[in-house]
């Protein structure tokens, strides 16, 4: 209701969530518009004590919408567990613990959605590391790895480049972003994640994230140079 649809509907698919919530889905035909171009590229590097540090020195908060309704969830969970089995109101606790969840991931899409499209709409080319995703949701820092919803993010990001007329490429999960000198290109020895900041033997210093962002972004334009013919 809040828009009209940009042609008639060929048809339309009403799914009901885990929440009670119903939601119409339309399939139309509609063109995509490329927007104007930009001169300007970026380089994301995600993590967790930033949600994504760009490689012209924006760093984003990561907004951590699980963590900050934990007690919530917890006192909804709690409550399903009391009630009786096959009851009403156990039918009634499920659908609260469904609304509590279904609230977090709605705000998290929201907020990735409005991210995702600032960034594509202010750049022409976006790189991003191809992150292991699925590995890192096994260790120790699974829980904040799946509320960051970094694979969300980076899919909106692919679609909508392709949509707008935008670049969009994943660099490899082996370069060396963190421990490389955007200056000289020396490579540290080792980068653990508590060194937040360093200086090279070159004498430049680094903070960690924008670092490897900026490196990020010269592996993304070598790379498409690469592809284009160009030596690199």
């Known amino acids: 209701w809040s828009r009209d649809l940009p042609a008639e509907p060929s048809s339309v698919t009403v799914v009901k969530d885990?929440?009670?919530?119903?939601?119409?889905?339309?399939?139309?035909?509609?063109?995509?518009?490329?927007?104007?171009?930009?001169?300007?590229?970026?380089?994301?590097d995600l993590g967790l004590s930033h949600f994504a540090v760009t490689s012209d020195g924006r760093k984003v908060a990561n907004p951590r919408f699980l963590r900050r309704a934990e007690r919530r969830l917890r006192k909804a969970q709690r409550e399903l567990s009391?009630?009786?089995?096959?009851?009403?109101?156990?039918?009634?606790?499920?659908?609260?613990?469904a609304t509590a969840h279904a609230a977090v991931a709605d705000a998290r899409r929201d907020w990735a959605h409005k991210l995702s499209t600032q960034?594509?709409?202010?750049?022409?080319?976006?790189?991003v590391e191809n992150l292991a995703t699925s590995?890192?949701?096994?260790?120790?820092?699974?829980?904040?790895?799946?509320?960051?919803?970094?694979s969300q993010f980076v899919s909106?990001?692919?679609y909508k480049a392709a949509r707008y007329g935008r670049h969009f490429a994943k660099i490899d999960r082996w370069f060396p972003s963190s421990k490389l000198c955007s200056e000289c290109g020396a490579v540290a020895e080792s980068m653990p994640l508590a060194v937040r900041s360093w200086t090279c033997l070159c004498g430049a210093v680094h903070d960690?994230?924008?670092?490897?962002?900026?490196?990020?972004l010269a592996a993304g334009r070598a790379d498409r140079l690469n592809a284009c013919g160009a030596q690199v």
Do not use: C
Request: aromatic letters at 6%; hydrophobic letters at 40%.
């Open 156 to 158: 909106m990001l692919e």
């Open 119 to 127: 960034i594509i709409r202010d750049n022409q080319a976006v790189y």
């Open 18 to 44: 885990a929440a009670g919530r119903y939601f119409a889905s339309f399939v139309v035909q509609t063109s995509d518009v490329p927007l104007p171009e930009s001169v300007a590229d970026v380089g994301i």
């Open 82 to 97: 009391r009630k009786e089995k096959g009851s009403a109101n156990r039918q009634k606790a499920r659908a609260k613990v």
């Open 135 to 150: 590995g890192l949701g096994r260790t120790r820092l699974a829980k904040s790895v799946h509320d960051a919803g970094w």
């Open 208 to 216: 960690r994230d924008i670092n490897a962002a900026i490196n990020i």
